[in-house]
Each structure stands twice: as structure tokens, then as C-alpha cells.
């Protein structure tokens, strides 16, 4: 991608996605890479159960968000905050 376009074009929306997209890419690649060494060692009598035995990346362990049910009275205040930002910006002409 030309770097004139990511500099001055994209918004900082899109450089998320396109950071997001790169790192998924790079998952992807070190994922193949992995199964096929597992595939290979495996075809040659290797003793392995999964792909992870062959090397473990830091995003296989599964991280468990721990989320919290808001009650009505929060979802409100939620609510009328975000009423009172977008009332503060905007500007009538």
C-alpha cells in the first residue's frame, strides 16, 4: 500500500482495521507454518497429539473476559451521558 495514501488519506478508523488485518495476516502465516511442521513431524512418527505440541503461539491461551450485567439504573446513566456529549457537540448554524 502506498505510504502517501496510510499518511495523509486513511482516517484512524481505517489504520485500526488495516493494523487489525495486518496482525490477523501474521496469525494466519505462523498458523500454516505450524500445522505443516506438524504434518510433516507427524508423517515421520513423531508422537504428537495437536499442532500445539509442536510450538505454542501467545494467543492460544484463551483469555476470559469477565463481564458485568449492567443494571437499568446504569444503562440510564450510560445513556443520558451519551445524549449530554452529543448535545454538547453539536453546533447549529
Do not use: H, Q
Request: glycine residues 2%; without cysteine; charged residues 35%.
Amino acid at each position: 500500500m502506498d505510504p502517501d495514501y496510510v499518511l495523509d488519506e486513511i482516517s484512524m478508523y481505517e489504520a485500526g482495521l488495516l493494523i487489525e488485518a495486518y496482525n490477523e495476516n501474521y496469525k494466519e502465516k505462523w498458523e500454516m507454518l505450524r500445522f505443516l511442521s506438524f504434518i510433516t513431524a507427524a508423517s515421520n512418527g513423531a508422537k504428537l497429539n495437536s499442532p500445539e505440541d509442536i510450538i505454542k503461539f501467545k494467543w492460544d491461551d484463551k483469555v476470559e473476559v469477565e463481564t458485568k450485567k449492567l443494571t437499568p439504573e446504569e444503562i440510564n446513566a450510560v445513556k443520558e451521558r451519551m445524549l449530554k456529549k452529543i448535545n454538547e457537540n453539536i453546533v447549529i448554524k
